[in-house]
Every structure is written in structure tokens, then in C-alpha cells.
């Protein structure tokens, strides 16, 4: 897209309030198309499909749905029919935002509703009134730049100078707005900092000369702007060391900046900023004492940042961010309509009807949670480290290679009102997590749905890569102390202890399996002892607060941490003692998606003393009669011999176990738990089957009895 295309005033939206719903339907309505059939034109359409929060209700039911569709060819009920193709006949009514059936057997609700005013998207959701289904499906709606819907929806003129003045006083714009319109936005902003401000700051306020400065002592620094980037391959040779430090801090200006810490400057001097953090420059990078002080709490330093500079478009720190964009996002429509704009008075400063209604046009693309429909990542996502910056920044402006974003904890929206695609956007972590004093007693529903969140930064984190491979633990200590403050329960490596044994049921990607186990860094039962991506069994994933049925009692877990005053930080060692029932079992085949089967020793092999280290010993004739499992590193798949360990039943009654193989004496080194004669295992899998199976086998009458082990 050519810069001469653009609008010479790019602007927001206005906001609704200001286009009186009453107003509009008292002018008349443009002609009607012919692929719009009376009753939708006079009821969805004349209501901008509740989209500017007017709201509209209108009863249908699926007969009337399918005739206007198929005979009329009105396209709005194609769209509807088509979301409703798995529910059942029945009216539906669609009121303030909210379509509902009536309450009668064998109907679906159908919610429609939208996220923010900004984000321009809207859900369906299809709930059945006799059991537990939903249909969601989700849209997101936009106008081409020029047209008359333009000026109340998002539209798809994209910034591509986004280091230009315009561009920033858009982005200050959204700034202001979350400062003042953001209901919890600016509850979270209340909160003082709990401490002294970083240590080191760059002073921008000459940004062709910018200074380090000592924040101690020093008057009037009342916020700053912290900046998230990719340092690159190399160690940056600007940084602030032991021998420049004194020069700098005596007032030497910075001079040989990399590039996106020269653009950092210029838009925190831009946006009225006067204060940068910018970790190569504000710590001290050869100092190990300054450097434990200053990462130590970094995230909170994250935290009461007023603004996240993140220069996501730049794969070095040597590269920059501001350059003229030539990419804009690709926006493919699935339907186009017509949309009614809301009438004004020609004389604003009359209230005489005499205006007219234009039309415009929108298009509207149902979205997915698939793969491949997520943008193409930017090189800050591949980056650990930066997943910590950006969960902890109450806002933030990504620069990314195809515009000028802006994050908050409400909302996340494009800086010139055009259509962002927010669906795979990292979720905010929940505000509790930023309450100064959190409540003592979170509640089931709130500790649910922060042990979720809490697996989802996980499963975030796997994906991501640090310079050095034993900083598995440290890169999301910050965020697991903010959980920790809420959660009010011991960390263990990665683990919450009110959640085991729930949580040892973590599984390795299976696209990650070939990757070696590395050096030591976490006890075999964490997630952080490997790399690649970590999951939860959907089973496990959606079970309550309480957990399932319990086959493991966890006795006792501990960590040693590497420094007693980083308890959220790296471990040197680990044990895990659990009393649990241990069946043999062997390693199948692997299947076309990567799994493994399972072979279990049935009840009567067990019974006869079949308990040595042959894997003949748990063969059974009949492959079908198996578990599925992944290892967690293919550097296990020779190891012999291995038992199943049950943890606990999922919703269905079908129980998922831990593979165990005899620790090694270095491993078993590792321990924290006095052995006591108890023998000492490490985890190389994670496994499930069905009950049904584990019945056939001859377990459906108990398992073995339990006995007390170690895991290290």
C-alpha cells in the first residue's frame, strides 16, 4: 500500500454515544439491495448489527431463516443459517447484543456478543438448553479505507510510517485514552511503585545526546518507559560495564547507541517521556552482584513501567524499528455487506432531521482457532525472556513488520483504528495478579482459572529460546512470583504444590521429543528439566479445582535452590515422594502422530512374580489392550526397565500415570528426600488409557498395592 493512499487524517473511531441511535431511525433507510430480504433490512442492518452498541431485537425462526435464505438469497441469514447448522429448528431473539431461544426442550441459546467496542469482532455462541454443548463461532468485521463505514467501524487503512510524528500522536492518543477511559486499567496504574525506581535510567531528554543516571537521590522521576527488544547474536558492545560505568554516570553521554535503543529514545522523547530502562545500559552487565539485583526484579520493574516500548520487528538490537513498513496485513473477506450508517442533522448545531443515511459497505471473515491462521510470528516471540516483559506491562506499544500496535490490560487495537486480529494475541494475566495486597483466599473459581492461566504461560514459554539454556526457570520467575503472591502455595520448580499431583501430568510436545535431555536444571518430574513446548492432557486440563481421583498421595516435595533469596528462580537439585501403586511396562510402537504405545503387565502377570527387568514380562498378545503416551525425550526410548505410575483418574474415569525408570547413582544425587531405603526413580514419560482397558487387563478389581518411592 502506497503511503500517497493512505488518508491524509488518519483518526479513530468516534465513539458511539456520539451517533444517537434514535436519530438514525428516524431517517429513512437507503434502498434496499436485492440480496437483503425486507425483515433483516429493517431489523439487523437498520441496527448496525448491534455493532455501536445501540442493540436490536427481532424474532425468527429456522423455517423463516432457510425460506429467506434459499428463495430471497438474502445473505445475512445465509450467514446466520450457516452458524446455526448444528443446532436445532426454533426462533431465536436477538436483543441488546444478545440473541436468545426460548426455553424450550431440544433449543439452543445463541449469544452474540463482542469483546470491546475497538475490536470490532463479535461472537456467536450456540448453547444448548439440554446438555452441556456450545457452538462458538467468531467474527471479525472491517471497512475498506474511504468508504462511509470507515468512520464508525475499524477499517483496514494501515499505518506504515509508524516512526512518523502522526503515528505517534495516535499512539499517545490510545495512551490517554486507557489513562482515563479504562476502568481497570487505571485501578491497576493506582498502585505506587512498592520500591525504589530502577537504579539506572537513560535521561532522554536531549535524544541526540541521552545520559545514564543514577535514580537515587535524584528529584522528579516520577515514571518511565521501559524498553523490551531481541539483543541478537552478539554480545552488545554498548553496554555498561564495571570499567564505563563511573565515565557514564558522571555525565559522559551515551554515543555509539545500536540502533533500537536510538529509536527507543526518540519515541520516549516523542510521547512526552523524559526516562528510558534499558536492561544493556541500566545494568551493570559484568557485575554479578548488580545483575542479581536489578533481575531479581525486573519484572516489576516491567510492572510499573507507564509504558512497554517492545521493538518487535527487530531481530537485533543493531537493527532498529522504525523503518517505513511495505507489508501491510492481508485481509481476505468470507462476506460483504451492506451497512447503514447512522444519520446526522446536516447543522450539528441543529437538532432538524434533515440529514441523510449513507451507505457503506463492511466485510466480515469468520475466524479460527487454527494454527494457521495465527500471523506469522516476530522475533520477539521467540525470545523468553521478552514473554515476561510483555505479560507484566500494564501497556505496551509493539512495533511489529506490519504497524503500530497498542496493548493494555482491556484491549488490544491498532493504533489508527484499523482491523487487528487480537485471537492469538498472549492473554492479559488476570488483574488480581497485579493487586499490591491480593486476597488471602483466592476461591475455587478464581484459583482454577489461574492454575490454567498459569499452564498456558508454560506452554507460551516452551516455544520460546534463551542465550543460555539453564535460564529455563529464571526467565518466568518474575510472573511466577505475581502468581505465587495470589495463589499462596509453594513453588517447585515450575509446580504449585496445592496442585500436585495434578501437575506432574505435564506432557512433552511431541514435535520436540528428538531434542536431547540437556544438563541438568530441574528435577525429572518439571517441565523445566526439558526444552520444547509443554502441554496438559485436555482430560486433566479441564478438571475442577479439587482434581480428580487420586491414585498418588504426594509425602513430601522439595526443591534446593541455587539462591535461597530467589525462591521462583533455578534449582540444583529436587525430590518427589509419592505413595502410588507401580505396574511394569514397556514401550510400544510409535503411531503416525507421534505417540507411543503402552504395554502394561496385566494383573495375572503380576500375580505370578513377573517383576524383572525383561520387557517380555509385560507383552501382552493383544496390541489394542494398551495405553497411548509421549516421551519425554527419544534419549529414553532404550531405557529399561520402566513402571506406570497412576496419578489420577480424569472426568471419564480413565487414568493417566507417570513413566518411571530406575535413577541413575548421579541423579539420585540431585535428591532432597533421604532415601530411607525407598528406591529411587526418574520420570521419562506420561501415558493414559481407558478403563475399560485397565478392566481387560484384570485391574478393574484395584491396583497393586501402594509403596512409598522417590523421584528425582
Not at 562 to 576: H, I, M, N, R, W
Request: with cysteine; charged share 20%.
Amino acid at each position: 500500500m502506497a503511503m500517497a493512499s493512505m488518508r491524509s487524517s488518519t483518526r479513530l473511531p468516534p465513539h458511539p454515544s456520539r451517533m444517537p441511535a434514535q436519530i438514525a431511525l428516524k431517517l429513512p433507510l437507503p434502498h434496499r439491495p436485492p440480496n437483503v430480504c425486507v425483515d433483516c433490512w429493517e431489523g439487523p442492518f437498520a441496527n448496525q448489527f448491534g455493532l455501536l452498541g445501540s442493540g436490536y431485537s427481532y424474532l425468527v425462526s429456522r423455517d423463516d431463516l432457510e425460506n429467506r435464505a434459499n428463495l430471497e438469497g438474502c445473505i445475512w441469514c445465509q450467514i446466520v443459517l450457516a452458524a446455526l447448522q448444528d443446532s436445532v429448528p426454533g426462533a431465536f431473539r436477538v436483543e441488546d447484543d444478545l440473541l436468545t431461544l426460548p426455553t424450550a426442550a431440544g433449543k439452543y441459546t445463541l449469544f452474540l456478543h463482542k469483546p470491546s467496542f475497538m475490536s470490532m469482532m463479535f461472537y456467536m455462541t450456540f448453547a444448548s438448553q439440554t446438555s452441556h454443548l456450545q457452538h462458538k463461532h467468531r467474527f471479525v468485521c472491517w471497512a475498506a479505507q474511504g468508504d462511509p463505514a470507515a468512520d464508525f467501524l475499524l477499517h483496514d487503512d494501515y499505518l506504515l510510517d509508524v516512526g512518523s510524528q502522526r503515528s505517534l500522536d495516535l499512539a499517545k492518543q490510545c495512551m490517554d485514552r486507557c489513562k482515563h477511559e479504562h476502568e481497570l486499567c487505571c485501578h491497576i496504574s493506582a498502585h505506587p511503585y512498592p520500591m525504589s525506581i530502577p537504579a539506572r535510567l537513560v535521561d532522554c531528554a536531549d535524544p541526540r545526546s541521552p545520559l545514564l543516571v543514577q535514580t537515587a537521590g535524584r528529584a522528579g522521576i516520577e515514571a518511565y518507559v521501559a524498553l523490551s527488544y531481541v539483543w541478537g547474536v552478539q554480545t552488545p558492545s554498548y553496554r555498561t560495564t564495571t570499567e564505563n560505568l563511573p565515565g557514564r554516570i558522571n555525565g559522559a553521554p551515551l554515543t555509539g547507541l545500536p540502533r533500537t535503543v536510538q529509536d527507543a529514545i526518540r519515541v520516549t522523547h516523542a510521547l512526552g517521556f523524559r526516562y528510558l530502562w534499558v536492561d544493556g545500559l541500566c545494568i551493570v552487565q559484568d557485575s554479578p552482584e548488580d545483575s542479581y539485583l536489578e533481575i531479581k526484579h525486573m519484572h516489576r520493574i516491567y510492572r510499573y513501567a507507564a509504558l512497554t516500548i517492545i521493538a518487535a520487528s527487530a531481530s537485533s538490537v543493531d537493527e532498529g524499528f522504525l523503518q517505513e513498513r511495505t507489508e501491510p496485513p492481508t485481509l481476505v473477506p468470507m462476506h460483504t455487506l451492506p451497512f447503514i450508517c447512522p444519520g446526522r442533522p446536516d447543522n450539528l448545531a441543529s437538532t432538524a432531521l434533515t440529514g441523510t443515511r449513507q451507505l457503506g459497505i463492511i466485510h466480515v471473515k469468520q475466524k479460527s482457532r487454527f494454527v494457521e491462521d495465527a500471523p506469522a510470528p516476530e522475533p520477539v516471540d521467540y525470545r523468553a525472556w521478552c514473554s515476561q516483559e510483555l505479560l507484566m506491562s500494564p501497556r505496551s506499544l509493539i512495533f511489529t513488520h506490519t504497524g503500530l500496535l497498542f496493548r493494555c490490560r482491556t484491549t488490544s487495537v491498532n493504533v489508527c483504528g484499523a482491523v487487528h486480529d487480537n485471537l492469538f494475541d498472549p492473554r492479559p494475566l488476570h488483574h488480581e495478579l497485579f493487586q499490591p495486597n491480593p486476597s488471602t483466599d483466592p476461591g475455587p473459581e478464581l484459583r482454577t482459572f489461574l492454575w490454567r492461566a498459569w499452564w498456558q504461560t508454560v506452554h507460551s514459554y516452551g516455544r520460546r529460546s534463551t542465550s543460555c539454556p539453564n535460564d529455563r526457570l529464571a526467565v518466568c520467575g518474575g510472573v511466577a512470583e505475581e502468581f505465587g503472591r495470589v495463589l499462596h502455595t509453594n513453588y517447585l520448580a515450575g509446580l504449585w504444590r496445592d496442585s500436585l499431583p495434578r501437575d506432574l501430568l505435564w506432557y512433552k510436545d511431541r514435535r520436540t521429543v528428538r531434542l536431547p535431555r540437556p544438563a541438568y536444571r530441574a528435577p525429572s518430574w518439571s517441565w523445566a528439566a526439558l526444552d520444547g513446548q509443554i502441554g496438559l492432557p485436555h482430560p486433566i486440563w479441564s478438571l475442577p479445582e479439587e482434581g480428580g481421583d487420586e491414585f498418588a498421595k504426594v509425602v513430601a516435595c522439595s526443591v534446593r535452590l541455587e539462591k535461597e533469596a530467589l525462591p521462583f528462580g533455578q534449582v540444583t537439585g529436587g525430590s518427589l515422594v509419592l505413595c502410588v501403586p507401580l505396574i511394569r511396562c514397556a514401550w510400544g510402537d510409535v503411531d503416525e502422530d507421534g505417540e507411543r504405545r503402552v504395554l502394561l503387565q496385566t494383573a495375572e502377570q503380576a500375580k505370578e512374580g513377573k517383576h524383572g527387568s525383561s520387557d517380555e514380562d509385560c507383552t501382552i498378545g493383544d496390541h489394542e489392550l494398551c495405553g497411548w503416551g509421549l516421551i519425554d525425550s527419544e534419549a529414553d526410548a532404550t531405557v529399561t526397565p520402566l513402571w506406570a505410575a497412576p496419578i489420577l483418574r480424569d472426568e471419564d474415569g480413565d487414568p493417566h500415570f507417570l513413566i518411571l525408570a530406575l535413577a541413575t547413582p548421579e541423579q539420585a544425587a540431585r535428591g532432597t528426600e533421604s532415601d530411607a531405603g525407598r528406591t529411587v526413580y526418574q520420570r521419562v514419560g506420561h501415558f493414559y488409557t481407558l478403563q475399560s482397558v485397565m478392566e481387560k487387563l484384570g485391574w478393574g478389581g484395584g491396583l497393586p498395592h501402594t509403596s512409598e518411592i522417590v523421584i528425582v
